[in-house]
């Protein structure tokens, strides 16, 4: 594998999947977003498995923060980030990964070392300090390890590593508004069915 994709900002933007209506506190949408955005922060592509705390290292973030109050509840107006990449941007701009890919404009060396590819991108990170020498060598650490794990072919701990989290969120059993549809909880319950035993995980297709 390319060691580089641990830490692969996406190609595309990304395209909601999920719509979920009807909730007036904004931790509600958590599971949602959680799932809609793989389980790992948006800005620094730290995963749940990778925290201590897991999802509860992870927070909603609203984009952006100054947004009238009646669209404060509002999913396309949500996103996913970790509690340090959420509390470092405040009510700043960053570029957002669902009006363009990130890969346009951030790069992440095999060393950890993260690069603007743009004025936006160095900019973005800027505001995150995204090139934070303690990021940049746990970036580096964690490229290194999973390196290691690839020599001695541990495939099986490389899927825990960047795998999906054991306490998968029930979406299927979430009170949400009707007009969201039942297709993406179909979609979702055939996920689950699929799901491969705990410490198995496999690892996500859009590294």
Known sequence: MDLRS????PKTRHILRHG?????ICRQFKPWLRDDFGFRCIYCLRRERWMGGGHSDFSVEPIPRDI???LTFEFSNL?????????IRQDRRTIDPCDEPLSNHLNIRQDGHIEGLTPDGVA???????????LTEYRARFIRAVGLLEAKGAWAEINAWLGYPDDLPNLAALKTDAETGDVLLK????????????????????L
């Open 20 to 24: 979920p209506r009807g909730y007036t």
């Open 124 to 134: 973005h990170i800027k505001v995150l300090r995204l090139d934070h020498p303690a």
């Open 6 to 9: 641990v830490f692969a900002y």
């Open 187 to 206: 979609e979702y319950v055939v996920r689950a069915k699929r799901r491969v035993p705990k410490n198995k995980t496999a690892a996500s297709a859009d």
């Open 68 to 70: 009238e109050p009646r």
């Open 79 to 87: 996103r996913y980030a970790c509690s340090r990449c959420n509390s």
